[in-house]
T-cell receptor, first 109, second 115 residues
Framework: GQNIDQPTEMTATEGAIVQINCTYQ??????LFWYQQHAGEAPTFLSY??LDGLEEKGRFSSFLSRSKGYSYLLLKELQMKDSASYLC??????????WGAGTKLIIKP | DVKVTQSSRYLVKRTGEKVFLECVQDMDHENMFWYRQDPGLGLRLIYF???????EKGDIPEGYSVSREKKERFSLILESASTNQTSMYLC??????????????FGAGTRLSVL
């Protein structure tokens, strides 16, 4: 079967760095997505990884290790507006997205 | 910018009512999806469509049906609403037949309460 795990909630301080982990188990893999969802709003695309390694995009970076079934989203220079839920989603062998439950990130001043 | 519009942000319905949730996208996307989002659970796929008049069941289709008569519009229908269908419903669309790196664009959601 398929399974995705990510922490339910994390707290970090404005200006700091936070790493949100996502681990998965799957029989087929076609990539991993990260989305951001502010409370009451639509999820919006952040990143996509299909090969091992780090993809950097401004303050946000995403890492993938296929052999370990592991990804993380790294947020640098945290701002209050980064308070949101971060959703990890696996693209399976049928090209369907399997979603984690999301990590609620709380930023404190 | 891609825009996915869901007709209602909030709906309150009674058990047994027929409920229509409408979704329209303005980017000529081939693919459209309906999910529900519940606390502590990941998004769960209800139905999806890769073309007009085409539909496929997702992971939790029971109690739902869909309609896609036009490319830009994908409707979710609850034939007889039940309290366990109280949830946030999210519509999404994506471009093309290359399903790898197929970014989905979401609407803001419809929060449905069934009393």
């Amino acid at each position: 079967g398929q399974n995705i795990d990510q922490p339910t909630e994390m707290t970090a301080t404005e200006g700091a760095i936070v790493q949100i982990n996502c681990t998965y188990q799957t029989s087929g893999f076609n990539g991993l997505f990260w989305y951001q969802q502010h409370a009451g709003e639509a999820p919006t695309f952040l990143s996509y990884n299909v090969l091992d390694g780090l993809e950097e995009k401004g303050r946000f970076s995403s890492f993938l290790s296929r052999s370990k079934g592991y990804s993380y989203l790294l947020l640098k220079e945290l701002q209050m507006k980064d308070s949101a839920s971060y959703l990890c989603a696996l693209l399976d062998s049928n090209y369907q997205l399997i979603w984690g439950a999301g990590t609620k990130l709380i930023i404190k001043p | 910018d891609v825009k996915v519009t869901q007709s209602s942000r909030y709906l309150v319905k009674r058990t047994g009512e027929k409920v229509f949730l409408e979704c329209v996208q303005d980017m000529d996307h081939e693919n459209m999806f309906w999910y529900r989002q519940d606390p502590g659970l990941g998004l769960r796929l209800i139905y999806f469509s890769y073309d007009v008049k085409m539909k496929e069941k997702g992971d939790i289709p029971e109690g739902y049906s869909v309609s896609r008569e036009k490319k830009e519009r994908f409707s979710l229908i609850l034939e007889s609403a039940s309290t366990n269908q109280t949830s946030m419903y999210l519509c999404a669309s994506s471009f093309g037949t290359d399903l790898a790196k197929n970014i989905q664009y979401f609407g803001a959601g419809t929060r449905l309460s069934v009393l």
